[in-house]
């Protein structure tokens, strides 16, 4: 087979755009990772030590290199790419200027293994300071390897201008991300410092976003699809309420090139209007198509900013895209809470705010007698919602113990603060009649498990229809306001830790809340910068996926922090309680049924779920008598 690289003639090498390539460790990966890329590999691996500093390593199994082309790759210009000024405008590969490997051969240590398949042997080339040391035969692996070590070891001024290895890691991940998110079809994985920490095997584009940006990306991408003679655009946008007020997930790229362009990134933004606060970034994952004649990637030495014939264009149909998507997805009701519980990740609704009740009590009132324009509307319907329409949340509920008052006397005590106690005492059935003359909860008859879903029981004639995961919900979040002010949930032990891994900005976040997770039945250690071994949790909790409770309340708390400015127990409270309740099993038997009653009537705000909705629903039996009429 014979030699593919060539030196480009001085009238191409003149139009390329001057500059330096490689600036930080972060952009040698880039350009080695590209080259992996453009070689057809289907397996690439990044090693990396010491933040770039004392290794970069990249090994693909593409195409190999012929043994002059392992040493002719070096030189500046020096590309199996392109050929002349022409094809400057109709680009495919990733790179093109044969510029890369030079600029990097000329700041550091570098040693090249590769192999052609169809080679027998394999060659060996290490440079240094653009000086070649070796350049023989080996017994090599099928594709290349290319370690860069000591970088910057003669120019020590760029040297001591790196920031700190996690600035410096931070930005490789970023490139990493970057090659690795379009790439979708290739395998890819990333040492750090000698530990595996991101491993993806080929997949498609939305499950790559999935395994690099976390699992909680499950729940947010939305799809967006464009296909015009002029330019294709599809990927995924992400709810308002996902929005942050950091930059970082906003992934734009063109014919598989990640690109920075503000003018494209203004239309998208834009699509987000009013619809998130102004210093707040949607997150995105988009790719256009164009054809490679109308976009100039020759602007900048790192190929990072595009040019494109006809910006104002694009600016439109990329805007109207993203609208359209946000319209058809996440403006539409029926995705909110009521159609799959077990994909909402975030508080759509403003969640009820947690406010110690103050009970006046009045023994004559009873919402349960449907009297002249009764409390419940004189008709059927959520008591919380019937009534905070007409007096505010904290009227309904104070009605709605009101008239359970007649049939108890605990429960207002227990609105005073002490429910701990009494959400241990047994429910009163008609089955069971009760000596207690103190009850807990309400007289009930004839209860019910329907659906595993729901528990029906009829109080003072009035059939009573209660949520069960809503009621759930409302008691996991009252004990753990509890547990944050008070009495920490015990933890147990686990005998095997669970390992888990977050993005870094969610690290950040966790080690942040680890002392209230801790309070809540979590002993979670921190193992690296991003993976976390949770040692201890609570004791009902064996069957969980860890992995996804921890990190879906992570996220969860994120968009709590920028949707309802809650503080942060508040917050760790509404968030656990909502992502837990999204993997607890359905009801299986009466007792649950009547133990998940018994608590929820314990509770503070028993009518209403942290969400904001209701966990009751109330039907009289003057409504039943008016459906048969
Ligand atoms: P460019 O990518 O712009 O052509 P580089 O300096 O990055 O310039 O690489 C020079 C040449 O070396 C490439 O054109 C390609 O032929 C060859 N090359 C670099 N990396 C690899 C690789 N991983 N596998 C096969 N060939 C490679
Ligand atoms: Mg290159």
């Not at 290794?55 to 012929?66: F, K, P």
């Not at 600016?315 to 909110?336: C, E, H, M």
């Not at 919900?473 to 686990?494: G, M, S």
């Amino acid at each position: 087979m014979t030699d593919i690289i060539h030196l480009l003639p001085d009238n191409v090498a003149n139009q390329i755009a001057a500059g330096e390539v490689i600036q930080r460790p972060a952009s040698a990966v880039k350009e080695l990772l590209e080259n992996a890329v453009d070689a057809g590999a289907t397996d690439i691996q990044l090693i990396i030590k010491d933040a770039g500093r004392t290794l970069i390593q990249v090994t693909d199994n593409g195409s190999g290199m012929s043994f002059n082309d392992a040493r002719l790759c070096f030189e500046r210009h020096a590309t199996s790419k392109i050929s002349c000024a022409g094809d400057l405008f109709k680009i495919s590969t990733k790179g093109f200027r044969g510029e890369a490997l030079a600029s990097v051969a000329a700041i550091a240590h570098v040693e090249l293994k590769t192999r052609r398949i169809d080679d027998e042997l394999g060659t060996l080339v290490s440079i240094a300071g653009s000086e070649a040391q070796e350049h023989k035969p080996i017994a090599a692996p099928a594709g290349t390897s290319i370690a860069v070590k000591n970088l910057f070891f003669n120019v020590p001024a760029r040297r001591n201008f790196l920031k700190s290895d996690k600035i410096e890691f931070g930005h490789i991940e970023e490139e990493f991300f970057r090659v690795a998110l379009i790439h979708h079809n290739i395998a890819f994985s990333l040492y750090q410092d000698d530990k595996l920490t991101v491993k993806t095997p080929a997949s498609n584009f939305k499950q790559r976003i999935i395994n690099l940006m976390g699992t909680h990306f499950n729940d947010k991408l939305y799809p967006i699809e464009q296909d015009t003679e002029i330019i294709k655009i599809n990927g995924f946008i992400t709810k308002p309420e996902n929005a942050k007020k950091k930059k970082s997930e906003q992934y734009l790229f063109i014919n598989d090139r990640y690109v920075r362009h503000s003018l494209l990134n203004f239309a998208i933004e834009s699509a987000y209007k009013e619809l998130i606060p102004s210093d707040y970034k949607p997150a995105y994952f988009i790719r256009l198509y164009v054809e490679p004649g109308t976009i100039d990637i020759n602007i900048s030495p790192t190929k990072i900013d595009v040019k494109l014939q006809d910006e104002r264009l694009m600016f439109g149909f990329l805007n109207s895209t993203v609208k359209k998507s946000i319209g058809a997805y996440t403006l539409t009701p029926q995705l909110d809470f009521e159609s799959d519980r077990g994909l909402d990740m975030s508080l759509l609704a403003p969640p009820a705010t947690f406010k110690p009740p103050t009970v006046s009590v009045n023994p004559n009132y009873n919402p349960f007698e449907n009297k002249s324009g009764g409390k419940s509307g004189g008709g059927s319907g959520s008591y919380g919602a019937s009534c905070h329409k007409e007096h505010g949340s904290m009227a309904g509920w104070e009605d709605f113990l009101k008239g359970i008052k007649q049939e108890t006397v605990q429960i207002a005590s227990s609105i005073n603060g002490d429910m701990q106690e009494e959400s241990r005492l047994p429910l009163s059935g008609a089955g069971e009649p009760s000596n207690n003359a103190q009850e807990t909860v309400p007289k009930y008859e004839k209860c019910l498990l329907l659906a595993n879903c729901f528990i029906v029981c009829i109080i003072r004639d009035v059939l009573t229809v209660i949520d069960s995961m809503r009621a759930l919900e409302r008691i996991l979040y009252e004990n753990y306001l509890e547990a944050l002010q008070k009495t920490p949930v015990v933890i147990q032990q686990l005998l095997f830790p669970e390992m888990i891994t977050l993005t870094p900005g969610s690290a950040e976040l966790l080690l942040e809340l680890r002392e209230e997770f801790w309070k809540l039945g979590y002993d979670i250690e921190q193992i690296d910068r991003t993976q976390f071994a949770v040692n201890g949790m609570p004791g009902d909790e064996s069957d969980m996926p860890v992995q996804e409770l921890i990190e879906y309340t992570i996220e969860n708390y994120k968009s709590n922090q920028f949707l309802h400015k809650e503080g942060k127990e508040n917050n760790i409270a509404l968030s656990l309680c909502r992502q837990k309740c999204r993997f607890l099993k359905p009801v299986q038997n009466m007792e649950e049924a009547i133990s998940i009653m018994q608590r929820l009537f314990a509770c503070r705000i028993p009518d209403t779920a942290p969400c904001g909705k209701k966990t009751i629903h109330l039907v009289q039996v003057e409504e039943l008598k008016n459906l048969f009429h």
